[in-house]
């Protein structure tokens, strides 16, 4: 089922030779990516395989409804790329960790409400999404676009750096860990044991966002 998310080689061609914001992100996610770094820290943790499901799917989602969203990819904003040195600059980047920070935070309160709505799979779902900014911390660090796509061209890219997908792992399993304790053992059990359906369908998601992939990722498919 999560295999249809997957790229064909034709789709990353095209998808590596256009300038989206966050472009990068196709060379290593397609490899060794979201889906597998998810997998591998859930069980880990013991997640059921219904869990693991619904988290390794959610994770790869970012890039599908908020691609152009620079802070769910850990990127600056584009124009940070273009700034020469000084307090402007150091200001826009300081606002692109703020904004990263609210977005994962925005995430987690989403994760709250679904467990107070005893929603369980849903809570899996902003868990699995969550992770997805962590891991692109891993590569991007905070790297705007355009300067990603530049190293992208000299063949020096980032997200194909195998201490970067270190960095990834290591990111999951320590917001695993952070989210077991400010849970505690019970709630948090409660996600790991869950029983029920996999991972969400696209219109299930769709209902969450209140709209479908993000629309240059829709155009890009298309194309
Ligand atoms: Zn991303």
């Not at 990068?24 to 219904?50: C, D, K, P």
């Not at 769910?72 to 200001?91: C, I, L, N, T, Y």
């Not at 929603?119 to 992770?131: E, F, N, P, Q, S």
């Not at 061209?153 to 952070?178: A, G």
């Amino acid at each position: 089922m999560s295999e249809l998310w997957r790229f064909s080689k034709d789709t990353q061609n095209t998808l590596n030779k256009t300038r989206l914001p966050s472009g990068g992100w196709i060379n290593l996610w397609l490899n060794i990516g979201h889906y597998e770094v998810t997998q591998e820290a859930a069980e880990r943790f013991g997640f059921s395989s219904a869990a693991v499901d619904i988290l390794r799917d959610a994770s790869q989602d970012p890039d599908f409804y908020e691609f152009t969203l620079p802070s769910a990819h850990a990127q600056s904003p584009d124009k940070v790329a273009f700034m020469p040195p000084g307090p402007e600059r150091d200001e826009a980047i300081q606002n692109g960790i703020d904004a990263y920070k609210e977005w994962a935070l925005n995430v987690c309160s989403k994760i709250s409400q679904a467990m107070v709505d005893k929603d369980t799979r849903v809570a899996l779902y902003w868990l699995g999404y969550v992770l997805h900014g962590f891991q692109d911390l891993g590569p991007h660090g905070g790297m705007p676009n355009p300067e990603h796509a530049a190293l992208d061209s000299l063949k020096q890219s980032l997200d194909d750096d195998s201490s970067n997908v270190q960095l990834s792992r290591y990111y999951t399993q320590e917001f695993l860990r952070h989210i077991r304790e400010v849970l505690g053992e019970g709630e948090f059990d409660l996600l790991r044991n869950w029983d029920g359906d996999g991972n969400l369908s696209k219109s299930e998601k769709e209902d969450l966002f209140g709209h479908g992939w993000d629309l240059s990722v829709e155009a890009v498919i298309d194309f």
